[in-house]
């Protein structure tokens, strides 16, 4: 339990026995005791406890962590008595938004507290935990300061007008803004199609005729039985969601029911739920069975997704023979194909390679980009980068100085964002709510 803020430690301190002279206990150490409820003078708990004080704290105020046994209604318990004493409950990434707000750490590392939380791959945790560190900051706060020189320049081009050409060096300026300030950016926003799917993930789904083996596949990456596999077609009749790491990716797996021609109406069957995450997949598995001719319904699911992210997954391998896959794979055409056996645990390694080619467009496996954006930061990166090049641009046509401010502005305005200097108090929120409350 963690307790922050200018009056934790008088709250706290004396329903800790034995009782303890705050001038004697030593900051950022562990003490032995127990809890006490001062009105029955009851035990309640025996504990540890820590009293830090500010500012070298993680919300940079006085805070006073204690371990108790931890069942629910212990903590409970103490809650309450805490509760009673006037302090209240915290806010979902109530310490981390303190921690922000009393710039110990900038908004791209109080958003890697929950990346970091919520990781699902090592790698995902690795990208995760540079951000915690300051990577991104680092890479912005430069660019930052070098924007922040142009502007000055710029407005003092704009308040001595007849000294504008002894400021002011038009080729010149768009050079160091070229080089300072749009390639470093470029490389983030490179790094961030590199990268970002290791830390938001993949979802990917397996389509294809009753009884081709989309289970059996679902529990071949998985390495557990989790889908129901008969050798009865229409097995799976809802959809099974589970996440698999494909060399460091976290890929959310949809398992489904096969999709078939019962009336004649494959849209109509096309079965509610398996359109609806097909729609959201990223990644098409499209499974065929190659121990038998294609059929029309096969065929129906091809004209469905041939036009996605679709790998053709041809499964049964143990039975079919090459004829039969070389013309599954001339009537399908234009498709990546990848040869399995589900059953017999044929070409894993293979698909495994395809999709991780296809997710992050590298044929090998990659070293992990140094630092890699989010999305929000990805959106703030490209808005910088506009009016970088405008800035550019600005120079080259002769563009009236005030003009060229506003332009440096809007890209300086956007790169706060991405660490918290200038971001609205929604998105605020909307980050902070995504944590969970106790971070
Ligand atoms: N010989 C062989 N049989 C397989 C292979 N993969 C799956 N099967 C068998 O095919 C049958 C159907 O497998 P499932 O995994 O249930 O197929 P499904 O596509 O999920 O079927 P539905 O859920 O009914 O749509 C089972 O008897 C499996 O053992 C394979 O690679 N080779
Ligand atoms: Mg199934």
């Not at 002279?21 to 562990?30: A, E, K, M, N, V």
Request: aromatic share 4%; net charge negative.
């Amino acid at each position: 339990m963690k307790i922050s803020g200018p009056r934790a430690i008088p709250i706290a301190l004396p329903l800790l026995h034995p009782s303890r002279d705050l001038s004697r206990l030593r900051s950022h150490h562990l003490y032995y005791g127990s809890i006490i409820d001062l009105e029955t003078e009851k035990t309640l708990d025996e504990v540890l406890f820590t009293v830090m004080r500010a500012p070298r704290t993680y919300t940079r105020e006085d805070v006073v962590e204690i371990q108790a046994h931890g069942s629910r209604c212990g903590l409970g318990v103490i809650l309450e008595l805490v509760i009673k004493r006037g302090a209240r409950l915290a806010e979902p990434g109530e310490f981390t938004k303190r921690a922000f707000l009393n710039g110990r750490i900038d908004l791209s590392q109080a958003e890697a507290v929950i990346e970091v939380v919520t990781a699902q791959t090592a790698e995902g945790l690795e990208l995760a935990a540079r951000q915690l560190k300051g990577h991104l900051f680092q890479a912005i706060q430069p660019i930052r300061g070098q924007i922040e020189t142009m502007l000055v320049e710029v407005e003092a081009a704009i308040d001595f007008p007849e000294d504008v050409e002894d400021i002011i060096h038009p080729e010149l300026f768009a050079q160091r803004m070229i080089q300072d300030v749009i390639g470093p950016l470029e490389g983030l926003l490179e790094h961030y199609d590199e990268g970002h799917v290791y830390r938001e993930g993949v979802a990917a789904i397996i389509i294809g005729c009753p009884n081709v083996g989309k289970s059996s596949l679902m529990n071949r990456l998985l390495q557990k039985e989790r889908s129901i596999v008969t050798a009865v077609p229409g097995t799976t009749r809802d959809f099974i969601e589970e996440t698999v790491n494909i060399r460091g990716i976290p890929m959310r797996l949809i398992d489904t029911a096969g999709l078939h021609d019962t009336d004649n109406d494959l849209e109509a069957v096309g079965i509610r739920f398996t359109r609806q995450q097909l729609d959201e997949a990223d990644l098409v598995l499209f499974m065929v069975d190659c121990s038998m001719p294609l059929s029309s319904e096969d065929v129906q699911i091809y004209d469905l997704v041939r036009n996605r992210k679709t790998i053709l997954v041809i499964n049964k391998i143990d039975l079919g023979h090459n004829g039969l896959v070389r013309k599954i794979v001339e009537r399908l055409q234009g498709l990546l194909w990848v040869e399995i056996s589900a059953l017999y645990d044929r070409g894993i390694e293979e698909l495994k390679a395809a999709v991780f080619r296809e997710v992050t467009h590298q044929s090998g496996p990659a070293d992990l980009p140094a630092i890699v954006p989010n999305l929000r930061h990805k959106v703030a990166i490209e808005k910088a980068l506009t009016a970088s090049r405008n800035v550019v641009e600005g120079f080259g046509t002769g563009r009236p100085a005030e003009l060229v401010a506003v332009d440096l502005k809007e890209a300086l305005d956007a790169l706060g964002e991405i660490i918290g200097m200038t971001t609205t108090e929604e998105i605020l929120d909307q980050i902070f709510s995504r944590f969970c409350i106790g971070k």
